[in-house]
C-alpha cells in the first residue's frame, strides 16, 4: 500500500512538472477595437483610431480632489469642431457633446447633464452646473 502511494504521488508530480507555464505575451490584452490597453491606448470614436489620453493637448484638471492628488479628464475634438468626446476618468469609455452654441472664440457642447465650455484656451467641464474640471 505504501509503495502504491509512495508510486501515485512520484507520478502526479512528474505530471504536473511537465506542464509548462507559459506568462501572458506583451501587447496580447487588445481590445474590441484592437487598442493595447497595457500600452496606454484607448479607443476614440471621434478620431475612429486608438489614442493615448496622456498624450492629447487637452487635459484638464479635477476641480475638487477628494485625495491627495488631482484626476485629469481628456478631450479629443472632431475635426469639423462640432463635437467633443470627454475621457472621464470614472467612467468606462467615453461620452460625446454636441456643439450647441458658438459665438466668436467661445463654444458650448452638451451631452445630458454634461457641459463643456471652450474659450479660447481655456476649457470647463460642468456636471449639473457644478464645475468638475477645467484648465
Given at each position: 500500500?505504501k ?9 502526479l ?19 474590441k ?8 491606448y ?7 483610431d ?24 481628456a ?38 447633464g ?15 452646473k457644478?464645475i468638475?474640471?477645467?484648465?
Amino acid at each position: 500500500m505504501k509503495k502504491q502511494i509512495l508510486v501515485m504521488t512520484i507520478l502526479l508530480a512528474s505530471v504536473s512538472y511537465g506542464q509548462e507555464i507559459r506568462p501572458k505575451a506583451l501587447g496580447s490584452d487588445r481590445d474590441k477595437h484592437g487598442c493595447i490597453g497595457s500600452a496606454g491606448y484607448t479607443y476614440s470614436q471621434i478620431k475612429k483610431d486608438c489614442i493615448r489620453l496622456f498624450e492629447q493637448k487637452i487635459l484638464l484638471k479635477e476641480t475638487d480632489p477628494k485625495g491627495s492628488y488631482a484626476l485629469s479628464a481628456a478631450i479629443a475634438f472632431s475635426e469639423d469642431d462640432k463635437k467633443a468626446e470627454i475621457f472621464l476618468p470614472s467612467s468606462k469609455g467615453s461620452v460625446i457633446l454636441s456643439r450647441t452654441a458658438s459665438y466668436k472664440s467661445t463654444s458650448v457642447y452638451k451631452k445630458g447633464g454634461l457641459t463643456l465650455i471652450k474659450d479660447k484656451e481655456n476649457y470647463t467641464l460642468k456636471k449639473s452646473k457644478k464645475i468638475i474640471f477645467n484648465l
